[in-house]
């Protein structure tokens, strides 16, 4: 599994739990050096690339769904608004002078 490949190309500092399910073996590498090992080794930049465009297509599907809700809702707030009674405007007597004849 890679974790936190994306940190290799944007600056920024993400923080990651992983929580192993049996003995792992893991290596940490620092943002030059994992671009001088893709440098090295182009299996291993294309391995990254397909890594990171899964993710995104999958960020990019959650942010459709998220502004497809987003939209629903803000078309069922607007024909519940649309179906409530009209106000009915009374006049404000108190704020004019009646004259009596």
């Known amino acids: 599994s890679v974790v936190g490949e994306m940190a290799m ?16 073996k893991a ?12 440098l090295d080794d182009q299996a291993l930049a294309e391995f990254l690339v397909a890594k990171i465009s899964t993710r995104l297509t999958v960020v990019a599907e ?23 009674p009209q106000p009915v405007l009374q ?3 108190g704020q004019q002078s ?4």
């Open 27 to 38: 290596l940490r590498f620092t943002r030059e050096a994992m671009h001088q090992l893709m």
């Open 62 to 84: 959650e942010l459709r769904r998220i502004d497809e809700t987003i939209a629903d809702q803000q078309r069922s707030l607007t024909a519940a608004f649309n179906a409530l």
């Open 91 to 93: 006049p404000d007597y």
């Open 98 to 101: 009646i004259a009596m004849h």
């Open 9 to 24: 190309f944007i600056e920024h500092v993400y923080g990651t739990t992983v929580i192993a399910r049996g003995p792992v």
